[in-house]
């Protein structure tokens, strides 16, 4: 018997119940982790709400953790009992004190990563790595706008860009997160809510545009988005904290410049486990390196899970968040 959120219908932060569950067994190729540390993350928000539709109720969210391998299915080779694993994957569940998931979507967490540090780093920064290395290959010299640039993926973002040799501009929703996103290597934060982001964009490149934009806050600024780019940019669409972009015309893409579009997720890119590792092995040795540092910023008990959205949603949080289990 473990603990863990349960949602018996979408809605607001209220509907996760704290609830005794019976975890089972592993199957052939599963493990069974005990959880030391959970992520929070946006699309967390998306399922409870019915933005992304569930594949079942009641569901527990979550699609990050960190932990310790208490069991392992018979035809388990990847990992053993006793490892300390994190991973950023389907199916639901991270919110619980154990789970089972299948041995194949974990990594072994290196010994210089605390399980703190693994589980807020895993779902933002592979993130991260297909944004920058992979969907658009950000280059020394490109000068790239990233929005919600003092976010847990955007802090991420602004230092993997940085050490890149990337000129980084990002959007913030305060001067405080200005600030932040400043220490993390953002040169031109850009407070939306206040100042026209097309017009700053223009005035930083001198008249230019960018090649890249990646865009996850969707409904509010995908348009004006496509006007920071240079002819044959990227629009690199991640995410929708603020809604979902409506109906889209492509012909746009032709007006405004011959513009690629793409709306990238994780699970694409890590479906085949050994894009996974090779992933991970990346972020994992920026990581190490000290060349990135993980932003844990906020950190909730997994039985506060209600407040830490609420804080989530009303864009309170800046950097990463985690469950402390
Ligand atoms: N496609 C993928 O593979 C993938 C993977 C990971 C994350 N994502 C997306 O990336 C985004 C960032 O994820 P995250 O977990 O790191 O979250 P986050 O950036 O820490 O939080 C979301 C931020 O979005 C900004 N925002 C703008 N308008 C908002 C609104 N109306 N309501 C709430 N927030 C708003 C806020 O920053 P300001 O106050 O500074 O505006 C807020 O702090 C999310 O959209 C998420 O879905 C996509």
Redesign the pocket.
């Known amino acids: 018997m473990a603990k863990a959120m349960k949602v018996y219908n979408n809605g607001d932060a209220d509907v996760m119940k704290w609830e005794v569950v019976d975890v089972g067994s592993p199957a052939a190729n599963e493990i069974l982790i005990r959880h030391s540390a959970v992520g929070?993350?946006?699309?967390d928000v998306?399922f409870r709400k019915g933005v992304y539709p569930p594949p079942f109720f009641p569901f527990t969210p979550g699609l990050e953790g960190a932990g310790t391998v208490e069991q392992v299915g018979a035809e388990v080779s990847e990992v053993s009992v006793g490892d300390r694993v994190a991973y950023a994957s389907p199916p639901l569940g991270a919110y619980a004190e154990k789970r089972i998931i299948a041995a194949d979507r974990v990594i072994r967490i290196p010994d210089e990563i605390d399980d703190t540090t693994a589980a807020a780093m895993m779902?933002?920064g592979l993130?991260v790595q297909y944004l920058l290395r992979q969907t658009f290959r950000v280059k020394a010299g490109d000068t790239i706008l990233f929005h919600?640039?003092?976010?847990?993926?955007?802090l991420i973002a602004c230092q993997w860009a940085k050490h890149l040799g990337a000129t980084v501009i990002g959007?913030?929703?305060?001067e405080q997160?200005a600030e932040i996103a400043r220490r993390h290597g953002c040169d031109h934060p850009i407070l939306?809510n206040q100042e026209d982001f097309v017009e700053r964009v223009r005035d930083i490149t001198n008249g230019k545009g960018v090649p890249v934009v990646y865009d996850?806050?969707?409904a509010?600024t995908f348009d004006k988005s496509l006007d920071c780019l240079q002819p044959k940019g990227y629009m690199v669409s991640?995410?929708?904290?603020?809604?979902g972009v409506e109906s889209f015309n492509p012909v746009v893409l032709s007006v405004k410049g011959s513009l690629y579009l793409t709306r990238?997720?994780?699970?694409t890119y890590t479906a085949d486990p050994a894009d996974l590792v090779e992933m991970a092995d990346e972020l994992c040795s920026m990581v190490v390196s000290g060349a990135i540092k993980i932003p844990v910023k906020q950190r909730y008990a997994l039985s506060d899970a209600v407040q830490a959205h609420k804080d989530?949603?009303?864009?309170k949080?800046?950097?990463?968040t985690v469950f402390e289990v």
């Open positions: 929070l993350n946006f699309i998306y779902l933002q993130t919600a640039a003092a976010g847990g993926v955007g959007t913030v929703g305060n997160k939306y996850s806050v969707g509010t991640f995410g929708q904290s603020s809604g990238p997720t994780l699970m989530l949603e009303s864009r949080t800046h950097g990463s």
